[in-house]
């Protein structure tokens, strides 16, 4: 593959895992049978895409795909430019060239790529990294969108880090001294990464039973706060049954305690002033679960919204949203279902700019700053509370 005799797409890509390998002591590259690439529709992604498709790599495991922005739903109200049309449509072409599966999600673990326990991946997107190791306890490193797709390319990745058995065992004990009563409470304890400090935690005091939403939030904001690729939480993790297990029957390192002032606090850091106005509600990072929008629907019950409301969410849950007149319902009350789009894009939510939101997610909060978008957080609960009364 490296001489080219498999193409000069694929000498590239293997080009790269092997520098990649080599600067990481990897001592072999091992097959993969799956791989999600963190594209994201901007200068770098397009250039990198468009360079191996033009060297005719085709994907030997064809990776689902991170959000971009949804052409239909952004040209229907007009907001976007024609240099933003250009590079989504650019993006667009040089992954199907490539062979990916255009999902444009960042879950993708819940519908369109989801592993088994033990599979090897090569997955970007750091909320989808941290997910399938931890909950499915399938085997990836934090890859790069790059990297990813040079895995996804060849079908190799280089083993090291969280590939191997060894690496995987937590080194620090978190215990949570606090009452984790919804999903945004671990959000909030996703916050706690600075405190937590390097290496894998393992979360001891969380009630037994644990949602798909919450081990979503806790995982995503965790990658906010902190740079995570694998968390346990014994009785959730596979193989970690016990702490002891999460261990590996070795000493921690470190014993960290979370309580209930340290989330208030987190929770304080990110408030309304009395009075703020707010211009628009942002939820969907990551991308909403069909039951998260049932929940939006049912706390809006009679009301309609003063200000928008953006969900973003994938392809799939929303066809299934409109299938079930849900979609319709909630465009009448000023809520809107966007697929395929990300908070971190420029060329949407630019229009946003110098204005405030409230969103649920520390993580939205985080990138739309980026370009003068204020938001500040708090449960979804409230966020909808807000939109109804402004
Ligand atoms: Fe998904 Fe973009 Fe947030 S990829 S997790 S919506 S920053």
């Not at 690439?37 to 200068?43: E, H, K, N, T």
């Not at 990198?48 to 994907?59: D, S, T, Y």
């Not at 037994?208 to 939403?213: F, L, P, R």
């Amino acid at each position: 593959m490296l001489d080219g005799k498999q193409g000069k797409g694929k000498a590239l890509a293997a080009q790269v895992l092997i520098s990649v390998g080599e600067s990481l002591d990897a001592e072999r590259l091992v097959p993969i049978t799956r791989a999600h690439v963190s594209l994201s529709a901007q200068g770098a992604d397009i250039w990198f895409a468009e360079k191996m498709a033009a060297a005719g790599a085709v994907c030997a495991v064809p990776p689902t795909v991170n959000p971009g922005y949804s052409l239909d739903f952004f040209s229907k109200c007009s907001m976007l430019s024609a240099e933003a049309e250009k590079n989504m449509r650019r993006t667009e072409d040089a992954y199907r060239r490539l062979g990916a599966k255009l999902t444009y999600c960042c879950t993708p673990y819940l519908n369109d790529n989801i592993p088994a326990h033990g599979e090897i991946v090569s997955f970007s997107e750091t909320n989808a990294t941290i997910y399938v190791n931890s909950v499915i306890g399938a085997k990836t490193n934090r890859e790069s969108a790059a990297t990813a797709l040079c895995a996804a390319i060849t079908g190799f990745t280089p083993e090291y880090g969280l590939l191997l058995e060894e690496n995987r065992f937590a080194d620090t004990v978190v215990e949570v001294d606090a009452e984790m009563t919804d999903d945004f409470s671990y959000s909030l304890l996703g916050l706690m990464g600075q405190k937590i400090g390097t290496g894998i935690p393992v979360f001891c005091g969380l009630p037994v039973k644990i949602t798909t939403e919450q081990l979503i939030n806790l995982g995503t904001q965790l990658n906010v706060s902190g740079s995570f690729g694998l968390f346990h939480i014994p009785g959730v993790t596979p193989d970690s049954v016990t702490l002891r297990d999460a261990l590996g029957n070795k000493k921690p390192k470190k014993t960290v305690l979370i309580t209930a002032e340290d989330l208030d606090t987190a929770r304080r850091q990110h408030v309304l002033s009395d009075g703020e106005a707010v211009d628009f509600v942002m939820l969907g990072c990551p991308h909403y679960t069909y039951k998260q929008i049932l929940e939006i629907s049912s706390l809006l019950d009679d009301s309609t919204c003063s200000i928008p409301v953006y969900i973003l969410t994938s392809r799939c849950t929303k066809a299934v949203a409109k299938q079930n007149g849900i979609l319709d319902r909630l465009s009448q009350k000023n809520v809107w279902l966007i697929a395929d789009t990300c908070v971190d894009e420029v060329p949407v939510w630019g229009i946003l700019s110098g204005k405030t939101g409230v969103s649920d997610s520390p993580k939205c909060s985080y990138y739309m700053a980026a370009f003068h978008v204020t938001i500040k957080v708090m449960d979804a609960g409230s966020c909808i509370r807000h939109a109804i009364r402004q």
